[in-house]
DNA sequence: TATCCTTATGCTAAATTTGAGAATAAATAG
DNA sequence: CTATTTATTCTCAAATTTAGCATAAGGATA
């Protein structure tokens, strides 16, 4: 038997289903980094959040296959068209497409997949639209920020929960394969914390019922049996964050993920910053989004030696003490070394 | 003004598209990374190739919006269905929707996305149909093989061959930024070599007009100018390299490139290795997807202190030599270590 | 003004990791 | 038995990383 591939349509697909373009655009401004958000709309308003925790939405556009060459262009596009902003650094991040990813009504019967987009930009930058802002990106994952040390709500809700989610595993093959799962993705029992897998331990939350939105979820669900190990009891037992509409949580959580693993091996961390900057102000961006501090002068040391940027013999004083210097990034770097980026040294200050 | 998000529909997309599924299915058996290809069929048959080299294509299913919960297991499905493979390590890795990918007729006018996907299978499994082949890796790509030294073709064809496209911008500033790329990208006037960039590799001979894709896409948009710097010549001036069908050359890249980086922080290496083997057999793994021969000494070094094997006490003997131990991945390291990769040590045996 | 506080920047000693290869072990082919 | 081949263990020097110490240079304040 031949493949499907060779008959005569090609092969490539006869359902048809639409796309919607989803962008996870960030900035860093205060040491925070922050996500541009929009107020949830239509059926999807007070879906998440009835809790009093209010919810929030990715900006997302639909491809318009008539206009749009390419995806990014058709990102860009709207992105300017709706909220001024202008994008500089866009990569695609990864297609959704699960059919339950919204669980009701599936747009008249139509599968909708969605792209999603991780833009930066620069400090300072926003859109003027009133029903934009710019929320801290730890109010949505606040197990995320080691900036100040362990979160404490790993160890107060995190863990007891996952205890919990581990023993109601139905054999004990099942809980073992949960216990090594919860252990490795949360850094629980010795293991250690690696800063990348943030949709891991997101996804995690979402199965063991956890989250917000896997409450919502199975709730809407007619047919389906929850997921193992919750109830609709409210908003109890939950883990604290703030939850976002449809998958759009899961969309954030991979962009997140993405950026902490991509700053190491490219420059992108410029994206968004000034054009010159000192290196303190560099040092905070990078621990915004690694979620860690930095030792300060072996962040110098290595930022330096791997000729990242350049000074430009510029003083700024308001710095609180010793007037620093501003740098500039080094654009030769990209012709001299093949991964430049800023390696994280060792963690605390 | 309100965002669209806002509008009835929730704003994701109104125009409908097609999704098809493609997969780079890679395996490795004697020392040679191969893709699994399909024979182009239809009118894709002998659109590329022309000149005697033969094409060949991707395996790709489409999207069943109804049977298919999510696409990954719509794609395990169909490549069962297909081929009787049984895929284990799945990966998504980007979705292809520019307009001008299938420059001609557009299914109808319809158009047509592309999601990508990597996925591992054991090495010795083959699919056990006529129109299927595995092909060598580099045979696409002759240029990304440094295991026996920098390959020649990069000095004798692409490096002359990206000096005259150079030399044929229109402008100052435009022939150094080309400069600039040719040299980041192919490693040459010094700059070094980055495995990792196999994608912009074949972008950039693509834009370049040295790719046979970029000809056969070029004379057959009707409208548009062709690429900078290139004729209809048949296949002179081209860089030598097998072609695919449509853009499945620049997938297989992606691919490419992004298993390059993934050996390095996660254990993926072992999906293409028997349960048990011996060092030199998991070396010669990774040398053939990275591209370039390693010190052995040092590479098992840092495997051993990685933890990433275990010994399983039993040797063999047909090793030429000394009978070498058999080992096997050590599971556990997954919860050891936050990036349990095989690190690379310095090139050459 | 002298002192203290703060941040910036330079420097170093110890510990680790890496690069290159010598040395030894254990098989097979003649 | 000897040469050859691959496996495995060690060593040593060079490079990098870690964790601080020390000094510089502002502003604030007694």
């Known amino acids: 038997m031949a493949l499907k591939s060779e008959s005569g349509s090609n092969g490539e697909s006869n359902g048809t289903v639409s796309i919607g373009l989803n962008a996870v655009i960030v900035a860093v401004t205060d040491e925070e980094p922050r996500l541009l958000t929009v107020r949830p709309s239509g059926r999807l308003r007070g879906q998440a959040g009835k809790g009093g925790r209010e919810s929030g939405a990715l900006p997302f556009g639909p491809l318009d296959p008539e206009k749009d060459r390419t995806l990014e262009l058709g990102l860009t596009r709207w992105v300017r068209e709706q909220t001024n902003l202008e994008l500089g650094y866009v990569e695609q991040l990864y297609t959704f497409g699960d059919r339950d990813r919204e669980p009701r009504s599936r747009s008249g019967g139509r599968r909708v997949l969605s792209v999603g987009y991780l833009a930066l930009v620069r400090e300072g930058q926003v859109a003027g639209r009133e029903e934009t802002s ?42 073992q394969e949960h216990r090594e799962r919860a252990d490795i993705t949360f850094g629980l029992r010795g293991a250690p914390w690696d800063g990348e897998r943030v949709l891991e331990r997101y996804e995690l939350l979402y199965e063991a019922g956890l989250v917000f939105e896997a409450r919502r979820d199975s709730e809407l669900s007619s047919a389906g049996e929850p997921a193992t190990g919750m109830g609709g009891r409210g908003e109890a037992g939950l883990v604290p964050g703030r939850s976002m509409v449809l998958d759009h949580r899961r969309i954030v959580a991979t962009a997140l993920g993405r950026l902490r693993g991509k700053i190491r091996y490219r420059p992108v961390v410029f994206e968004l910053l000034p054009p010159t900057f000192t290196y303190l102000q560099l040092q905070r961006v990078v621990e915004a989004l690694a979620g860690v501090r930095l030792h300060k002068q072996n962040f110098r040391r290595l930022v330096e030696k791997g000729g990242l940027v350049e000074g430009t013999g510029q003083l700024v004083s308001d710095t609180g003490g010793r007037p620093a210097e501003l740098f500039r990034f080094r654009h030769e770097v990209l012709r001299e070394r093949p991964t430049p980026g800023v390696g994280l040294p060792g963690v605390h200050s």
């Open 134 to 175: 710019w929320r801290p990106w730890y109010e949505f994952f606040p197990w995320e920020d080691w900036r100040r040390g362990r979160p404490p709500l790993i160890d107060a809700a995190i863990e007891p929960a996952l205890d919990r989610w581990v023993e109601g595993g139905k054999d004990p093959l099942r809980r």
